[in-house]
């Protein structure tokens, strides 16, 4: 049975940052009546492909074509390119299948505003990928507001950043990852244990947890499995808990599926993209190409916290510059003819 504890869980997520890297491009064509065309095309080998963890697909009314690539000299693994494309009514209805809560799928969340200000007519639309740390513990007491402000200005993956920058950077990670994701880790497995104590009606014993909990986070840092139940109380000085062993196995599975979909969602190169009907007055694109908008953030922008992608286009209102042309000419026709009116009057 596959091991597993805290410690080698926050080392598997360390070292796939920078292994078996795979590509995420994302496209929204907006249209001017507020319908999308959305395209998401993830390029990866075997593993990732089965994860899907985007979780769209043909059962959902998406379109979809896998294509297997070329071998290349050298590659380990067979890899394919897996295409999804479909047409949207509105943005609301693209977040029934993107943006819909759950804590083992990536979601984008989508924007359309449109707004008349007489001369022109104003839209503004946005893609934001939600946070991808699903662990409910809290990140306030470990990451500050030069952390955001850092990770903020970020430049798009690929370009290169100063050696400040660079070592901010390595330390941030380690906090992100051995310090925060180890603290956070234990206390979703800890708050599982006592969710299963409740259950079983074994009130009592929450309280003999509570006044272990430190223990039982050294023992767990000490590289303990959490299938070694009885080993784990041992070392904290907890004697053996009325839990069944499914129970435990269950809490383990569901931990894991967390921790494997922050692992996949991070080790993407992130490509995203929105075109919109019109050209771009206003975005926080990396770069612009005509109508289209292009981002590519690195997965540490939207680790900790949402990355809105913005954009803003106009055009003007053909009738309304004709009915304010008209408006003007006809009052200095107006004051033309009173003018003259009173000339002759004089």
Known sequence: MKSFNIVSIVLALLTTLTSCEHKVVMNTEVHEDGSLDKTIIIEGDSATINSNFVGIGSAKDWNVTVLKKDKVEKQDHEKFILTFSKHFNSAEEANQDLSTPSDTLFRVTS??????????????????????NRLQYPTTDYFTQEDYSFIDRLPAEGNSISRADSLYLDRLNDKIFETYGTKALFEEYYQGLEGLLESENQHAWIDTLKNH???????????????????????????????????????????ETQTNFISTASNGKY????????SPIDSNADSVAGNTLFWKPSSIKFLLKDYEMIGETRTPNAWAILISVGFI?????????????SARQV
């Open 111 to 132: 924007r359309f505003n449109k707004k008349f200000k007489w001369f022109y007519t104003y839209i503004q639309y946005s893609d934001t990928y939600q946070s991808i």
């Open 213 to 255: 909990k430190e223990k039982l986070f050294q023992a767990m840092e000490n590289g303990k499995d959490i299938e070694d139940l009885s080993s784990l109380l041992i070392m904290a000085g907890i004697p053996k808990l009325p839990i069944p062993n499914d129970g435990i196995l269950r809490l383990r599975d569901q931990i």
């Open 271 to 278: 490509v995203h993209s929105i075109t919109l009907p019109y």
């Open 329 to 341: 000419l006809l009052s200095i026709t107006l004051i033309f003819r009173k003018v003259k009116g």
